[in-house]
T-cell receptor, first 114, second 114 residues
Framework: AQSVTQLDSHVSVSEGTPVLLRCNYS??????LFWYVQHPNKGLQLLLK??????LVKGINGFEAEFKKSETSFHLTKPSAHMSDAAEYFC????????????FGSGTRLSIRP | EAGVTQFPSHSVIEKGQTVTLRCDPI?????LYWYRRVMGKEIKFLLH????????ESGMPNNRFLAERTGGTYSTLKVQPAELEDSGVYFC????????????FGPGTRLTVL
């Protein structure tokens, strides 16, 4: 069975400071992990994905995430927040094959203070 | 290239009425998925089409929900009769490849049942 937990429902940071959105997963086999972002009134957009290659994954808009098997974590980071990063972020786990079910975390809403 | 589109963007109906949601996937994408986010909860998988065939419909909540994908192109999701607990945002996604395929999401349909 697979599951994913996003530890914070809401994160607020100042513009220009680092962003950390936390995600822990549970999977009985090697998972694929994704981060999606949803801006208001827009569809979910893929930020980055981990599929058993490099453990440090770089995505769009300066975001990156590190797969840590020992900690079962896949936290999303960005060195310097921008106002346009304000959105809801979802951590997603899936089995290796896309025929496997995709499981969403509950989402983290990121607010950026000027 | 057009992305995944969904219609309508918002639907307000009364309990007991019927509503049909439509999803147009990216052209050439054989895989089509439906998800739902009920207010305050996680995004949950509903079902998965491969072309016109239902690959996995284990997430469909009950027999009031009927999904079709005529000719393997667009898909419809009908709720009949709608209940209050059906309110939420319904997302559609499509992907090209079954193996590690990225799912591209539409903007969602917000359904409100009064």
């Amino acid at each position: 069975a697979q599951s994913v937990t996003q530890l914070d429902s809401h994160v607020s940071v100042s513009e220009g400071t680092p962003v950390l959105l936390r995600c822990n997963y549970s999977s009985s086999y090697s998972p694929s992990l994704f981060w999606y972002v949803q801006h208001p009134n827009k569809g979910l957009q893929l930020l980055l994905k981990y599929t058993s290659a490099a453990t440090l994954v770089k995505g769009i808009n300066g975001f990156e995430a590190e797969f840590k098997k020992s900690e079962t974590s896949f936290h999303l980071t960005k060195p310097s927040a921008h106002m346009s990063d304000a959105a809801e972020y979802f951590c997603v786990v899936r089995g290796y094959s896309s025929a496997s079910k995709i499981i969403f975390g509950s989402g983290t809403r990121l607010s950026i203070r000027p | 290239e057009a992305g995944v589109t969904q219609f309508p963007s918002h639907s307000v109906i009364e309990k007991g009425q019927t509503v049909t949601l439509r999803c147009d996937p990216i052209s050439g994408h054989d895989n089509l998925y439906w998800y739902r986010r009920v207010m305050g909860k996680e995004i949950k998988f509903l079902l998965h089409f491969v072309k016109e065939s239902k690959q996995d419909e284990s997430g469909m909540p009950n027999n009031r929900f009927l999904a079709e994908r005529t000719g393997g192109t667009y898909s419809t999701l009908k709720v009949q009769p709608a209940e209050l607990e059906d309110s939420g945002v319904y997302f559609c996604a499509s992907s090209q490849s079954r193996i590690q395929g990225e799912q591209f999401f539409g903007p969602g349909t917000r359904l409100t049942v009064l």
